[in-house]
């Protein structure tokens, strides 16, 4: 003879193991879910369900099953976690690549001694590698007897040319249509 409600999928619903969560299942099959807290010390006599979940269910499993979610959970938390870093760290680096690639880029660098273009180079955050600009800068200024103005506009007349450069190559050509009429 069948005992109704029928206890459903008893499980855990907290770390600690106080709290389980069930579907009852009625004799017209109407399915309800139901929570409650464990009886004190696990106590049979007390609470009626519980007394049935320990007598028709595996408490062990069900305590295993709870354990497994919270296990998963956590290595999902921290997998989501090491790749939100990643991802910070790549950003970090690519910033880092375009800025000395925009270092690179300048007018003077071949002028730049192999040793300043080193320092650049070996940067390794983008503080530092301001740093390293600005003493290259410093340096190239001293040597070439150039102001600050002066790299400044040969900076501003590089970046145009790039720009007019990269307009004009963008700009479509009228392409030229060949047709041969093959004999009859």
């Known amino acids: 003879m069948t005992t109704y409600p029928i206890i459903k999928n008893p499980e855990f619903i907290d770390l600690q193991k106080h709290f389980v969560r069930m579907t009852l299942v009625d004799e017209n099959g109407k399915e309800t879910v139901a929570e409650f807290k464990v009886p004190e010390g696990r106590q049979a006599g007390l609470n009626e369900f519980w007394d049935r979940i320990v007598a028709e269910h595996d408490v062990q499993a069900m305590r295993r099953r709870r354990n497994d979610l919270e296990t998963a959970r956590l290595q999902e938390a921290e997998r989501i976690e090491k790749k939100k870093r990643a991802q ?10 375009d800025q000395k690639l925009y270092f690179f880029n300048l007018p003077f660098i071949n002028e730049l001694t ?36 002066d790299i400044f506009e040969n900076i501003e007349d590089k970046e145009f040319e ?10 479509t050509q009228p392409t030229e249509t060949v047709t041969t009429e093959e004999p009859v």
């Open 88 to 97: 910070i760290e790549n950003e970090v680096l690519r910033q880092l690549f």
């Open 114 to 149: 192999d040793e300043e273009k080193s320092s650049i180079r070996r940067a390794p955050n983008t503080n530092l590698l301001f740093i390293a600009a600005a003493t290259v800068f410093a340096s190239y200024m001293q040597r070439t007897g150039k102001t600050m103005i």
């Open 162 to 171: 790039d720009a007019a450069a990269s307009t004009s190559s963008n700009t």
